[in-house]
Nanobody, 119 residues
Framework: QVQLVESGGGSVQAGGSLRLSCAAS?????MAWFRQAPGKEREGVAR????????WYADSVKGRFTISRDNAKNTLYLEMNALKPEDTAMYYC???????????????WGQGTQVTVSS
């Protein structure tokens, strides 16, 4: 069992930045950030293959968001820059042991942290 605790959400104006953190109680080969806005489907934002740090980004955030992981601290990060109102959502951290790392197959989820971007 891996427990995930997100932090770092908040309210910012468009163009601002936030850094989300996800503290994990153990190791997982795949870790990811998802988001879900009211009335919308859950969207995969970014994911990372832990052994080599290889990242993947959704087109909607490519060039603005950076996913990273501190293996020593078992902590996942999401650096979000140039935020847009459409980035407003609840952001969830997920961890999984199923390969390949994709949209499905995550075994553990955090409780979520709210990100609100005003125009």
């Amino acid at each position: 069992q891996v427990q995930l605790v997100e932090s770092g959400g908040g309210s910012v104006q468009a163009g601002g930045s936030l850094r989300l953190s996800c503290a994990a109680s153990g190791y997982s080969v795949c870790m990811a950030w998802f988001r879900q806005a009211p009335g919308k489907e859950r969207e995969g934002v970014a994911r990372i293959y832990t052994p080599n740090g290889s990242p993947w980004y959704a087109d909607s955030v490519k060039g603005r968001f950076t996913i990273s992981r501190d293996n020593a601290k078992n902590t996942l990060y999401l650096e979000m820059n140039a935020l847009k109102p459409e980035d407003t959502a609840m952001y969830y951290c997920a961890a999984g042991r199923n390969l390949p790392c994709g949209y499905f197959g995550y075994n553990y989820w955090g409780q979520g942290t709210q990100v609100t971007v005003s125009s």
